[in-house]
């Protein structure tokens, strides 16, 4: 099969290469790889910043995957030959990736895709909606009602984050830059311009001063430490980006619940990996319903690409971008 290989961090630079595809073992199932949905922690792995999760090189990265079921390993339930499938299932220490013809993965981590997006708005889901699911969810117990905040709704994790609180019935407020206010309104959610509005003053407007329900961060740094003083009494603070260190006096006053979200902990411990196939489940019946949907960038990229879409996220791109593994779908 063609395949993507990475030889060094140093550089970064993918190698074209023909290699072997594994035949699947117990539990694994071997797809089709349609489309690869890029993330930032994709390039981190690839430029050698992320040794939490980084596999042993030569590797194929690649850790969300949209495409179809070629064979069922042995115990496996539930997937069949010709099955459209995704998941975020490789590409990081021990698990092959996504940047390649085929790939055997754990079925547990997978899930069928819904059957009203494209491959490539499939490939666009995973990582950010499981991340999405585990905060605001499994942690923060979202209810109807309940007044959300999302630190950065219009970011890959966060516009996913919007739509779920909105789906569960959540009065959802989101900060975003100002080109980006529409989008925020049009996933369901009050915009809130984080660069001329101060914390009090939204808290101040949006609860008459008593904090939000849930504040879901996505930012991290000063916005997460900020996002410790909003939360209401006994509420809940749920954050994918918590990598420095905070002080959580002001929270604790406040009886908050604080959680941290690493969406790759399964993956590279081999602990709750149905779990993620059971939210994928779940996502693919909301998307159904028309109340979750990937924004993906207007851009195509293929294998021969790659690099630019790698790039593309780290400058920033358009919400979500996915590489075209099999073009055209």
């Not at 190698?15 to 199932?29: F, M, N, W």
Request: net charge neutral; hydrophobic share 40%; glycine share 12%.
């Amino acid at each position: 099969m063609r395949a993507l290989v990475l030889d060094s961090y140093k550089n970064g630079r993918f190698r074209d290469a023909d290699i072997s595809a594994r035949t699947p073992k117990e539990g694994e199932l071997q797809i089709r790889v349609h489309t690869s949905g890029v993330n930032p922690i994709d390039y981190l792995i690839r430029t050698g910043q992320a040794p939490f999760a980084m596999p042993e090189l030569p590797a194929v990265l690649g850790t969300d995957a949209a495409g179809v079921v070629t064979e069922v390993g042995p115990g496996v339930k539930g997937f069949a030959v010709g099955d459209e499938v995704y998941g975020l299932a490789g590409g990081v220490r021990g698990l092959p990736g996504s940047l390649a013809e085929f790939m055997t993965v754990d079925a547990a981590l997978m899930a069928k895709k819904p059957t009203n997006l494209s491959m490539r708005e499939a490939a666009a889901l995973p990582l950010v909606a499981l991340t999405a699911w585990e905060g605001l969810v499994d942690r923060s117990h979202v209810q109807p009602g309940q007044k959300v905040l999302v630190q950065g709704g219009a970011g890959g994790v966060g516009h996913v984050v919007v739509q779920l609180a909105k789906a569960f019935g959540a009065d959802v407020y989101a900060t975003a830059q100002p080109q980006k206010r529409d989008l925020v309104r049009e996933l369901g959610a009050t915009p809130i311009d984080y660069t001329t509005t101060a914390v009090a003053q939204y808290v101040g407007k949006y609860t008459d001063g008593k904090g939000f329900d849930i504040i879901y961060d996505t930012v991290g740094g000063n916005t997460l430490e900020a996002s410790l003083g909003a939360v209401r009494h006994y509420g809940r603070v749920a954050s994918c980006a918590a990598y420095e260190a905070h002080n959580l006096a002001i929270s604790s006053f406040r009886c908050a619940d604080i959680s941290g979200v690493f969406v790759l902990y399964p993956m590279l411990s081999g602990e709750r990996r149905a779990h993620h196939g059971e939210i994928l489940r779940e996502v693919a019946k909301l998307a159904e319903a028309g109340k979750v949907r990937p924004i993906l960038d207007s851009r195509t990229f293929t294998l021969d690409t790659a690099t630019d879409a790698y790039d593309a996220v780290k400058a920033g791109g358009n919400i979500k971008v996915v590489i075209d593994v099999v073009s055209g779908r």
